[in-house]
């Protein structure tokens, strides 16, 4: 651990993820040293924030606008909010000047106590990940979710205890900065191309989210998904002990899928564990793979089968992924906000089961979109597009032999909805799943989704 009591600490950030680390800091004798490139941040505001979360007032530096380098003097540490990139100019300096460059979740590890589950993948983490916390909060005293979720790890970190149990969903970003950071379980759901704008290659991409089970021996479980060709080869070389989840095969060891049941297959035996129709009130094949990757990760932390079955068979599907919103006029209508990517997309779209209307396009990632397109297996019949990467998506779509007459523009979110209940019939469903982020039209995928069930359930 490095020696920060009294020592200046520099955080990056003046978000949730920023104050989080700043405070954890300052509760533990370190004096932070905020940096945000942004020079309307506002300080009066920043030290506000910091002196009400730490209940006395905040001893806190805050520098903005263009990195001093004197800044770095005397310092051994500092803590990146996920947003910046670790080879952003400044840090790549700190870096030659042999400070330690953590992130939020390994700042917060090295400050925590009790047993940590960590969840990663391109796709699936949020629903996976609130499902385990259901499960380890109804069998488990003290539970905390955290991380990527929306649950700085750094704010709950001081009220661990060794009989705490974590539940940590954890992006790539974040595992781009660990050093010490140690789950007894951890999961990784899928990788597929997504982030490629920050990782620059897929093999940096596919390298952070292995990152996860760095420090993990043979005493600790790793859970990954056979039927994604990153995770499967991985698990040949991965520290941990690993344990399989199939949606394609049946498996001697591991949990598959097969009909409509999942089974879970060890010593020769095999065990069937619930139907998916009538079991689970989620929808699709990818959530099948979480639920899956949740009793995995459930059973590895101890808990008992009949435990978890009772929970997911309570648990309902997790806001803007896959979301029933309403039916009007015979029309369904599904929120997919959160899927951002086109691997996300696809399996919103695999999760129809009649005529789709669907929106997607925003935010460019620099994404391919082709799989997606080829994806659509004649269940979309129009396509409404939006943002940024709509003429990219129409492109792909005319190359991929989608009419070309189904192919609708929209200039705002609001024209995109009225042009959906137009379109669709009695019988359809309309979809939002636009397989790229929302920055440029809106601050987050959760705007994003309450904008577009706020407008469903105002339908007469």
Request: some cysteine; aromatic content about 8%.
């Amino acid at each position: 651990m490095i020696a920060i009591n009294n020592k200046r600490v520099i955080v990056v950030g003046t978000g949730k993820s920023g104050i989080g680390s700043a405070v954890l800091l300052e509760q533990n004798g370190a004096i932070p040293v905020i940096y945000d490139e942004n020079d309307k941040v506002n300080a009066k505001e920043v030290r506000k924030r910091l002196s009400e979360k730490l209940g006395f007032a905040t001893k806190a530096q805050l520098v903005t606008g263009a990195f001093p380098k004197e800044l770095t003097k005397d310092v051994e540490l500092c803590v990146l909010s996920p947003g910046v990139p670790v080879d952003a100019d400044f840090v790549l300096y700190m870096k030659e000047q042999q400070i330690h460059i953590w992130g939020e979740i390994e700042l917060a590890y090295n400050f925590t106590k009790g047993t940590v589950l960590a969840i990663t993948g391109t796709n699936g983490k949020t629903t996976t990940t609130s499902l385990v916390g259901q499960i380890m909060e109804e069998h488990f005293e003290h539970t905390f979710i955290v991380g990527n979720i929306g649950n700085p790890y750094t704010e709950a970190a001081p009220l661990m205890t060794q009989d705490t149990v974590s539940v940590a969903e954890i992006s790539s970003f974040q595992l781009e900065t660990i050093e010490h950071f140690h789950p007894k379980v951890s999961a990784i759901l899928n990788i597929t191309p997504d982030h490629l704008n920050r990782h620059h290659t897929m093999e940096n991409y596919v390298a952070a989210k292995e990152a996860i089970t760095l420090n993990q021996t043979k005493d600790d479980f790793c859970i990954l998904n056979y039927e994604n060709a990153y995770t499967r080869a991985f698990g040949e070389r991965c520290p941990a002990s690993v344990i399989y989840f199939s949606s394609a095969r049946r498996l001697d060891n591991g949990f598959f899928y097969e009909g409509e049941d999942i089974y879970l297959a060890k010593d020769k035996t095999v065990q069937r564990l619930l139907n998916v129709k009538t079991d689970m009130n989620l929808v699709g094949l990818c959530n099948i793979e979480n639920v899956m990757a949740a009793i995995a990760v459930s059973m590895s932390a101890g808990v008992p089968m009949a435990n978890i079955l009772a929970t997911i068979k309570r648990f309902v599907a997790v806001e803007h992924r896959i979301e029933f919103v309403a039916e009007k006029n015979g029309v369904v209508y599904y929120n997919d906000s959160k899927a951002t990517n086109t691997d996300a997309a696809i399996q919103g779209i695999k999760a129809m089961d009649r005529p789709t209307v669907l929106i997607g396009g925003g935010y460019d990632k620099g994404s391919e979109y082709d799989d997606w397109i080829n994806s659509f297996d004649n269940k979309v019949k129009k396509l409404v597009l939006i943002g940024q990467t709509r003429e990219a998506i129409a492109a792909c779509a005319g190359k991929c032999g989608f009419p070309k007459e189904d192919i609708l523009f929209a200039d705002t979110f609001e024209e995109a909805l009225e042009v959906c209940v137009r379109e669709a019939c009695p019988g359809d469903a309309v979809l939002l799943s636009p397989a790229c982020a929302s920055w440029g039209m809106f601050p987050n995928y959760e705007v994003r989704g309450e904008q577009f069930k706020e407008y469903v359930n105002g339908l007469a």
